[in-house]
């Protein structure tokens, strides 16, 4: 019953803009804070950027930190991915994940443990 969806990806050229989206089902996304991690081809998966379940707190890996914005709607039970200045490097798989627990303050945020709901996936790619 509990299950992230992520939208929004596509191809996109260098340089250019995407807003992913990261919609919750069966529970109240607002109670969780949200992690974004990105797979590409070949290598392991990457926390891209995080934020605590009120908004308060954000956080983003250095190679995407003044390009992308992560952001909440909890009204909308959706947290977003603000993604400018694209590069071909960020192509990838993207995905929004929750830990189990609600309101948990994680400690280690890009680490894939700290999280158990994940979405399926959305696909952004970056090419001329």
């Known amino acids: 019953q509990v299950q992230l969806v992520e939208s929004g990806g596509g191809l996109v050229q260098p340089g250019g803009s995407l807003r992913l989206s990261c919609a919750a089902s069966?529970?109240?996304?607002?109670?969780?804070?949200i992690g974004w991690f990105r797979q590409a081809p070949g290598k392991e998966r990457e926390g891209v950027s995080y934020?605590?379940?009120?908004?308060?707190?954000?956080l983003y890996t250095d190679s995407v930190k003044d390009r992308f914005t992560i952001s909440r709607d909890n009204a909308k039970n959706t947290v977003y991915l603000q993604m400018n200045s694209l590069k071909p490097e960020d192509t990838a798989v993207y995905y929004c994940?929750?830990?189990?627990?609600?309101?948990?303050?994680?400690?280690?945020?890009?680490?894939?443990?700290?999280?158990?709901?994940w979405g399926q996936g959305t696909q952004v790619t970056v090419s001329s």
């Open positions: 934020i605590s379940s009120g908004g308060g707190r954000t």
């Open positions: 994940a929750a830990p189990r627990r609600s309101y948990y303050a994680i400690v280690n945020w890009a680490a894939h443990y700290e999280y158990d709901y």
């Open positions: 069966g529970f109240t996304l607002g109670r969780y804070a």
